[in-house]
């Protein structure tokens, strides 16, 4: 997808409030668009901090995670690294989808293995973004 | 933005809930993208229900909302309208966030006018689909 936001500026920070918010919503609309693509029915959902913090690990993010962040925090710094890697197109929405509903196993509709398999799938993303920011 | 949900099968039911949650995450991302458009820096947040039912309204769209919906509702009816005619690649992404930017005054920052603000940029968005999907 093209970037629409030209004229938009912003630093490489991932602890940056502004980046994470603007991350947020890009991070759910994929994830929605991900679960619509793998069930077949339109849907969607908030990605939750526990599946970023996951995801971060399996990706071997943890040097760009500051000491005794907490889950919420991991969740920001997720998403300020995705709206980074967007803005920079490293990584577009539709790759994106792929990735993750490539990677989704039915866990991901799972009330209580959600979690887990939601922070594999995102992890998967992740690394394509670590390996494409070169961190 | 093409549309990358090949194979994702719905109905022209706008009080569909699948729809309605797929548009939820579509009009954060859209406003996100407006709103950092519009203020030059990455930014976001979530669109209210107060923010559709003016919208809807402005847009003339009354006859496609149930009597004695609530505010919620309408919020659902609006989303389910935005899912689907960006399904039916009747809007695309970044054609939205131009119409909102481009309708956003400084009142979209206001803690207390910004529903009203954000009613009126979302409905000349609605106006928009409005008259595409014939409604």
Redo the contacts between chains.
């Keep these: 997808?093209?970037n629409?936001?030209k004229?938009?500026?912003?630093e490489k920070d991932f602890k940056?409030k502004?980046?994470a918010?603007?991350g947020?919503?890009?991070a759910?609309?994929i994830?929605?668009?991900a679960l619509?693509?793998y069930t077949?029915?339109?849907?969607?959902?908030?990605v939750p901090n526990a599946a970023f913090a996951i995801a971060l690990e399996m990706a071997g993010l943890r040097e760009v995670i500051p000491r005794r962040t907490d889950k919420h925090g991991k969740g920001d710094i997720a998403e300020a690294l995705l709206?980074y890697a967007w803005?920079q197109s490293k990584i577009s929405?539709?790759e994106a989808?792929?990735i993750l509903s490539h990677n989704f196993t039915d866990d991901v509709l799972h009330p209580y293995r959600n979690k887990e398999a939601l922070g594999k799938a995102f992890g998967e993303l992740f690394k394509v973004i670590k390996e494409r920011l070169g961190l």
Tied chains: 1, 2.
């Excluded at 004229?7 to 912003?10: A, D, K, L, N, R």
């Excluded at 077949?40 to 908030?46: C, E, H, I, L, N």
């Design positions: 997808m093209e629409p936001l004229g938009v500026s912003y940056d502004g980046l918010t603007l947020d919503s890009l759910n609309f994830y929605s668009l619509s693509s077949g029915k339109p849907t969607g959902g908030r709206a803005l929405v539709k989808v792929g």
